[in-house]
């Protein structure tokens, strides 16, 4: 099921050597497997992209399964050239299926390091990207069971990491490695797409949209092609860029507000 998905070979061996190693070490509380993200949207970049992926589990998992799965992660990234790339998410089948984002800690997997954190608004777009494009690697096939998200919730949930995330980010904003000033921009691009067009696009598919619609259009063709690890020419333009989007986005929801209030 799992070996012939992607067209990586040494992604397919991650994949499989992964979740046989969570058989093991979690057994029946294992319930499914998805793989979401940009592998199952098409527009996976072996130069930049993750592997998202989202365990569901039937009850919250012990101390003691905590210390082996670090042990995993920590095997798959000597064992895998993809080891390291894997996002992955451990939620309950309950917080699954409740539309709202999950109120407890998560255990979460991310550059290295394997801790417990909070969903913010950025569920809602795991949870769509999960109901459109999931692709079930291992267990029982639960998508269905949960509803779409409407458009409108995606886009104010948009507007909130935009105040909640990236607003005090851009407070410091000359501490932002490359990586995070591409990733911006390219999630400004994700964002403008959403509101326009009421539906979640890849990075890429937005970020070439928004190169038609945008004076800017050198800036995101540049982080559109940047590679980790490498130099990016337009750092200060790129911050600037960021910083414009989200403070015209800040100020439409400050007018919504004062008018809800009146």
Not at 19 to 24: A, H
Not at 44 to 59: A, C, H, Q
Not at 156 to 171: C, H, R, V
Not at 228 to 255: A, C, W
Request: net charge negative.
């Amino acid at each position: 099921m799992i070996a012939d998905f992607t067209e990586n070979f040494e992604v397919n061996v991650c994949l499989k050597d992964f979740i046989n190693r969570l058989k093991t070490v979690l057994k029946d509380k294992l319930k499914s497997v998805y793989l979401h993200g940009s592998l199952v949207m098409n527009s996976f970049d072996e130069r930049s992209s993750d592997i998202d992926l989202l365990v569901i589990i039937n009850d919250q998992v012990n101390s003691d399964e905590v210390d082996k799965l670090k042990k995993v992660h920590a095997s798959l990234i000597l064992d895998h050239v993809w080891g390291n790339k894997l996002e992955v998410s451990y939620l309950s089948i309950i917080e699954f299926l409740n539309d709202d984002i999950p109120v407890e800690k998560r255990l979460y997997f991310n550059s290295s390091m394997l801790s417990w954190e909070k969903y913010g608004q950025e569920w809602y777009f795991e949870r769509q990207i999960i109901k459109d494009y999931g692709f079930l690697l291992h267990g029982d096939g639960l998508k269905e069971l949960i509803e779409k998200v409407d458009a409108e919730v995606l886009i104010t949930a948009s507007k909130q990491m935009l105040l909640e995330d990236w607003m005090p980010l851009l407070e410091k904003k000359e501490s932002l490695s490359n990586e995070y000033i591409v990733f911006g921009i390219l999630t400004m691009c994700r964002i403008a797409y959403l509101m326009s067009k009421n539906e979640i696009a890849t990075k890429r598919q937005a970020a070439e949209w928004m190169i038609k619609e945008s004076k800017d259009a050198y800036i995101i063709r540049e982080a559109l092609e940047w590679s980790k690890g490498s130099p990016f020419r337009y750092r200060i333009k790129g911050t600037e860029f960021i910083q414009d989007f989200v403070e015209m986005n800040h100020s439409t929801l400050n007018r919504v507000e004062d008018r809800e209030m009146e």
